[in-house]
Every structure is written in C-alpha cells, then in structure tokens.
C-alpha cells in the first residue's frame, strides 16, 4: 500500500511538472513573439524615420539650389542693371561733352 501511495505521489509530481514545464514553454513562446512583434513594429518606425529624413534632405537640396538660382539671375539681372546705368551715364556724359565742345566753338 504504501509503495502505491508513493508511486501515486511521484506520478502526481511528475506530470504536476510537466504542466509547470509545459506552462513555462508557451509563456517563454509568447514573450518571445510579443519581442518579436516589438522589433519589427521599431524596425518598421526606423525605416519610416529614414523616409522622411530623405524626404526632408531631398526638398532641403531642392529649395537651395532653387535659391541658388534664383541668387544667380538676380547677380545677372543686377550685373545687367548696373551695365545699363553705365551705358546711360556713358552716353550723358558724351552728349554733355559735346554740347560744351559746340559752346567753345560758337563762343
């Protein structure tokens, strides 16, 4: 009889173990995927992060080298003004130069 009780006891032991083990077994397998699940859901949030970032940089380059060419026809439109007013002056000054050649011939 009481080598039954034990055989029993040890019998209960055992599969109350296996339970236990089996128990630990499935919540490691959930942790496991719930970290899993995490990495892919950062993973996802990173590559996201990057795709902005480079859109961002891409319309960065975009507006300075818009602004860089805008700089660049201003230079020319102002190089072009300057050039105008020198022309006008240059012309001013050869009418002016003639009218006082004509004044010290007639005079």
Same mark, same amino acid.
């Given at each position: 009889e &009481? =080598? @039954?009780?034990? =055989? &029993? =006891? !040890?019998? @209960?032991?055992l599969a109350e173990r296996q339970i236990q083990e089996t128990e630990i077994d499935r919540e490691q397998a959930v942790r496991s995927r719930k970290v899993e699940a995490e990495r892919e859901v950062r993973i996802k949030e990173i590559e996201q992060q990057q795709v902005t970032e480079i859109a961002n940089q891409t319309k960065s380059i975009a507006i300075a080298a818009k602004s860089e060419q805008q700089s660049q026809a201003e230079a020319r439109a102002n190089l072009a003004l300057a050039e &105008?007013?020198?022309? !006008? !002056?240059n012309v001013e000054t050869t009418r002016q130069t003639a009218e006082a050649d004509r004044a010290k011939q007639v005079g």
């Open positions: &009481a =080598e @039954r009780r034990r =055989e &029993a =006891e !040890q019998t @209960r032991i &105008a007013v020198s022309a !006008q !002056q």
